[in-house]
């Protein structure tokens, strides 16, 4: 175990913490939607992808069917795709050994594992998603088994919890300059406007296309030296 | 819906996930990237979080809401953004918006 994976486990736990929180509403909700507790535990151990698998549930919950539950995750984790085409140069061996690597990605161990030059610390990516895993699983066994107890989730404030997750994820980047800041702007911009007029996932695959905004001549922007000509986006 | 309905949804979701995250790994991996790749690649991450962030605070289903979730993320917003830990940060989320429909 290298430093850089020790570095990413300790990175992941606060995520962890949130994650587990996440997932025991995805327990509870998924209990409620009429799945069985093995099912929704099931589910995150080999899906553990929180947005499509609330994606998927809330569709059944809504009485649609195989196919729109499908579609819906897929499309929510239809952001993984950028993500993986982004990663995929820091990541060494042949095809399929580079595919099993690809699995270990979640949002937050993906953007906490970017070195801000476009590589990405392979060995942190891994370390910070493995304490994300155990209590992704662990939340959803604790919400399935024992959201009778709990009552509603959203009671509890527990949907706020997953914004949050990101925001604290955007946070970090937005201090990385005036570039990062317009990329975010633009990014939102570009969902907000999508939201209503497509299905559920594609706003937020689209507005990786606010990343084009690297394309614009001009170096390395952490210094923020030319953020005041930067600040429209 | 029946059981075996959801252990069909759980199998389908298990493996398209898996094929997305493979996708860009297999395509690509292994090469030195391009200077412009790099440039692009380092602003993905604010432009989906952003994206994520917006959507998931403000859209309820497929049209806008703004409701006491999006109070509670806004005022962990603050104390995010004025270094609170991520943890805090989501505990007082859960809270505010408890505490808003409580009320």
Sequence with gaps: MNASFRAGLRAGVPYAAAGFLL?????????????????????????????AQFAAISIVAAGGGFGPAVAAGALMNSRFLPMGIALAPSLPGGPLWRAAQGQGVVDSSWALSARGDGTFDRAFLFGSTAPQYVTWLLGTVTGALAGDVLGDPDRLGLDAIYPTFFLALLIVELRNGARAQQAAALGAALALALVSVTPAGVPVLVASLAALVGLRDGTDDAGDPDGAQETAA | MSDGQFWQIIAALALVTAIIKAAGPIALGGRTLP?????????????????????????????????????????????????????????????????????
């Design chain 2, 35 to 103: 200077r412009w790749f790099a440039n692009v690649v380092r602003y993905m991450a604010p432009a989906l979080l952003a994206a994520l962030v917006c959507v998931s605070a403000l859209a309820d289903g497929e049209r806008l809401a703004v409701g006491a979730d999006t109070a509670g993320v806004a005022v962990a917003g603050i104390a995010l953004w004025r270094g609170a830990s991520v943890i805090v940060g989501v505990l007082l989320a859960a809270a505010v918006t408890a505490l808003l429909r409580a009320i």
């Design chain 1, 23 to 51: 997932s025991l509403s995805f327990g509870v909700l998924a209990r409620e939607a009429g799945m069985s507790a093995v099912a929704a535990i099931v589910m995150s151990a080999i899906v553990f992808a929180g947005s």
